[in-house]
């Protein structure tokens, strides 16, 4: 799978950074955040990983995991301010029962009780991630409620691309696994950050990869003052 590059802005002379570098530090947090909330609320250790991070053109998301008729669960929320950004959160169908199981303690659930499950996760989710970004870039995010659609995955990404139109030349897609004791179920989160939205992230990061680089060296010059004692 080719990747779409992302054009890097140089930090320093020796270091470059980009809107995707920005991005696996946010699906790290957020994956950490949606840990800590899905734990609390079940009671029951719940871990949530993203793994992977593709980068693509928006009209080439379809072809990513070639699920085009398979019919999946997904939960969409978006932000139309300045530093726009829409999100959606998809299961295969299977694997959206799977969810379900996980956040209804495997009861013997009816579908409207399943789609509820599945959207309060995928709020849960989604606003992690939101919480992430906005903690990342000191940016306000006001994100719509949660909306679940049942339909093919072409037909969801197709929906979705038509609403978003030209609010971003990339997506961001997430491969995201949730993990228990006793079982696991994978979807994908996938992000269109608006170009302003890119803009910001690149900005703020330059700032966190230069405290962190200051962090590092008090650190290092931390231990080397206590090894020379």
Known sequence: MRQQKLK???????VEITAQDILLEIGSIGAGQATTALSTMLNEKINVEVPRLHIKPPHLVPQIY??????????????REKAGCDLMLIFEWEE????????????DANQ???KSALEELGSIMLCSFLNAMANFTSTEL???????????FDAVIDELLSKQALCSDIAAIFDAQFKRSTSSAGGYLIMFPSAELQKIMVNKGMKWL???KESSQRLNRSLKVSYNK
């Open 8 to 14: 890097p802005i140089r930090v320093s002379e020796n």
């Open 66 to 79: 070639e699920k085009h008729d398979t019919v999946v669960a997904a939960i969409f929320m978006q932000l």
């Open 96 to 107: 959206a029962k799977k969810i379900a199981a996980i956040m209804t303690g495997d009861i």
């Open 112 to 114: 409207e009780i399943e």
């Open 142 to 152: 006001l994100p719509t409620p949660p909306i679940l659609i049942l339909d093919t």
């Open 210 to 212: 230069k405290i962190n």
